[in-house]
């Protein structure tokens, strides 16, 4: 994997992809838990995100105005940063009254007001909370291999490439912007952006995400996602993403892909084998005529190899995949069934990213406030699912050490409330704190676990039509 060596003005380290033979497979076979060392890296990891956020060279990057922060404010660029994301769907007086608590703002004798913060918040760019997490995942993908804390499939990354609607405040901005949804439940109106990610679904984290308009799905993925993308990744795309476009740039930027095919779609070749029985086949697929002008202009190659299988889920449904990954006995139809149901991992990070980090609760109404409060969450969602590895991996040691009847893991509601409630302590005060607070946020981690269970799963219930109705006048406008 090769990320952008630059993002938003700032440099990053480009890091060469490893072998399969460098990266932990599965948990199969866990090596020995050593308390100091998974430590370090956690601690270093923090220590990396602070040096980041506290940079003059970040504040000058992504503050809006040459002449922000030059005075002495009682919002500097850290402090504004984290008090965006402190307690985001609280009133603002009472984030910034905690946050005065919690001594974030020194030694202030007096707390700032809401009016401070609100005025304040046009100074940062909500670049800046891409860039942070671009600079964490890839100190997890340099650093955390060595510590055997990341998890790859045959040696390759596995990806997950959706998107998720949002529902945003109804303003005359956030119309120009996004797409106006008219419900004929009850009548109303409700604006609607596209949260679009790039995930790793084998570690949880999520590597790049977009907000933005829900007409444009796949171009989301071209523009933005596209550019993370390198042999080390296997891309999984649901039924929205079958496009010669989304093929064609994945195999340019040198990744290999699986796509489930709905029954309504474009290629002959595919509607051939769907009307067969055969349980797999390997067909070439052109480019469509009126985009071989484009494949031209952008280097697509004008035919594809691919390979069709055909899978048969529990419930007897039969889905067909296509994928880039020909080799028969490497990549087996049980493996890719497999290997496609893991697609499910981003499902739930988008449920988590929605309700446990209540992504829909905007701070304002703001399209810029709105943008901030978008992008700081994704990143908190990417810090707390690397911070939780080293403690994973110690629950799983230990349960397999002890003979357990099941594994454990850490709970992703209780981590993502700890992780929270130390902000300041992680990222405003002095190191000494930091290291103290980060000792007690892995105690919290630790005493807050759910079983692992493989497997589970709950048949999906499809709503009547009053139940909808219902869900919709009073509980989806509530949410």
């Given at each position: 994997?090769?990320?952008?060596?630059?993002?938003?003005?700032?440099?990053?380290?480009?890091?060469?992809?490893?072998?399969?033979?460098?990266?932990?497979?599965?948990?199969?076979?866990?090596?020995?838990?050593?308390?100091?060392?998974?430590?370090?890296?956690?601690?270093?990891?923090?220590?990396?995100?602070?040096?980041?956020?506290?940079?003059?060279?970040?504040?000058?990057?992504?503050?809006?105005?040459?002449?922000?922060?030059?005075?002495?404010?009682?919002?500097?660029?850290?402090?504004?940063?984290?008090?965006?994301?402190?307690?985001?769907?609280?009133?603002?007086?009472?984030?910034?009254v905690n946050l005065f608590k919690e001594g974030a703002f020194g030694k202030r004798k007096s707390c700032p007001t809401a009016s401070a913060f609100c005025q304040?918040?046009?100074?940062?760019?909500?670049?800046?909370?891409?860039?942070?997490?671009?600079?964490?995942?890839?100190?997890?993908?340099?650093?955390?291999?060595?510590?055997?804390?990341?998890?790859?499939?045959?040696?390759?990354?596995?990806?997950?490439?959706?998107?998720?609607?949002?529902?945003?405040?109804?303003?005359?901005?956030?119309?120009?912007?996004?797409?106006?949804?008219?419900?004929?439940?009850?009548?109303?109106?409700?604006?609607?952006?596209?949260?679009?990610?790039?995930?790793?679904?084998?570690?949880?984290?999520?590597?790049?995400?977009?907000?933005?308009?829900?007409?444009?799905?796949?171009?989301?993925?071209?523009?933005?996602?596209?550019?993370?993308?390198?042999?080390?990744?296997?891309?999984?795309?649901?039924?929205?993403?079958?496009?010669?476009?989304?093929?064609?740039?994945?195999?340019?930027?040198?990744?290999?892909?699986?796509?489930?095919?709905?029954?309504?779609?474009?290629?002959?070749?595919?509607?051939?084998?769907?009307?067969?029985?055969?349980?797999?086949?390997?067909?070439?697929?052109?480019?469509?005529?009126?985009?071989?002008?484009?494949?031209?202009?952008?280097?697509?190659?004008?035919?594809?190899?691919?390979?069709?299988?055909?899978?048969?889920?529990?419930?007897?449904?039969?889905?067909?995949?296509?994928?880039?990954?020909?080799?028969?006995?490497?990549?087996?139809?049980?493996?890719?069934?497999?290997?496609?149901?893991?697609?499910?991992?981003?499902?739930?990070?988008?449920?988590?990213?929605?309700?446990?980090?209540?992504?829909?609760?905007?701070?304002?109404?703001?399209?810029?406030?709105?943008?901030?409060?978008?992008?700081?969450?994704?990143?908190?969602?990417?810090?707390?699912?690397?911070?939780?590895?080293?403690?994973?991996?110690?629950?799983?040691?230990?349960?397999?050490?002890?003979?357990?009847?099941?594994?454990?893991?850490?709970?992703?509601?209780?981590?993502?409330?700890?992780?929270?409630?130390?902000?300041?302590?992680?990222?405003?005060?002095?190191?000494?704190?930091?290291?103290?607070?980060?000792?007690?946020?892995?105690?919290?981690?630790?005493?807050?676990?759910?079983?692992?269970?493989?497997?589970?799963?709950?048949?999906?219930?499809?709503?009547?039509?009053?139940?909808?109705?219902?869900?919709?006048?009073?509980?989806?406008?509530?949410?």
């Open positions: 994997m090769a990320f952008p060596t630059r993002i938003n003005g700032i440099e990053f380290q480009s890091f060469p992809l490893q072998s399969s033979d460098d990266y932990f497979e599965s948990f199969s076979q866990l090596s020995s838990w050593q308390t100091f060392d998974h430590y370090s890296i956690t601690s270093q990891f923090i220590s990396e995100m602070r040096a980041f956020l506290n940079d003059p060279t970040t504040m000058m990057t992504f503050r809006s105005q040459p002449t922000d922060f030059t005075r002495d404010p009682c919002f500097t660029f850290p402090r504004l940063a984290i008090a965006i994301i402190k307690e985001h769907a609280r009133p603002s007086q009472d984030r910034i304040d918040r046009v100074k940062l760019d909500p670049a800046f909370y891409k860039t942070w997490m671009a600079k964490a995942v890839q100190f997890y993908y340099i650093r955390f291999p060595q510590e055997h804390l990341v998890t790859t499939w045959h040696g390759h990354y596995v990806w997950a490439i959706d998107c998720s609607n949002l529902t945003l405040p109804d303003t005359d901005e956030t119309r120009a912007t996004f797409r106006v949804n008219t419900n004929p439940a009850h009548g109303s109106v409700t604006v609607q952006g596209k949260a679009s990610f790039a995930y790793d679904v084998l570690n949880d984290i999520p590597i790049n995400a977009l907000l933005g308009n829900p007409k444009d799905e796949k171009q989301l993925f071209i523009n933005s996602h596209a550019q993370y993308l390198s042999p080390s990744v296997i891309v999984l795309f649901d039924r929205g993403y079958t496009s010669y476009d989304v093929i064609a740039t994945t195999l340019v930027m040198g990744a290999n892909f699986v796509i489930r095919f709905p029954k309504s779609h474009n290629f002959s070749a595919v509607e051939v084998f769907m009307n067969g029985d055969v349980m797999e086949q390997f067909v070439t697929i052109q480019v469509p005529h009126e985009k071989k002008r484009l494949a031209i202009e952008c280097g697509w190659p004008l035919e594809v190899r691919v390979r069709l299988v055909r899978i048969v889920l529990e419930n007897g449904t039969v889905e067909v995949l296509m994928t880039s990954l020909l080799d028969r006995d490497e990549y087996t139809i049980s493996d890719l069934n497999w290997l496609y149901g893991k697609r499910w991992n981003v499902e739930s990070g988008f449920f988590r990213f929605k309700q446990l980090l209540y992504a829909e609760k905007f701070s304002s109404k703001k399209l810029l406030n709105i943008e901030q409060d978008f992008y700081a969450l994704v990143f908190m969602q990417t810090i707390e699912s690397i911070m939780d590895k080293d403690q994973d991996h110690e629950m799983l040691v230990k349960s397999q050490e002890k003979h357990l009847k099941h594994e454990y893991h850490v709970n992703k509601a209780h981590a993502c409330a700890s992780l929270f409630g130390h902000l300041v302590d992680l990222f405003l005060l002095d190191e000494q704190t930091m290291e103290n607070h980060l000792l007690s946020l892995q105690q919290e981690m630790r005493l807050s676990k759910s079983v692992i269970r493989p497997g589970r799963h709950n048949p999906r219930r499809k709503l009547n039509q009053t139940e909808r109705v219902r869900y919709m006048q009073y509980r989806m406008k509530f949410r």
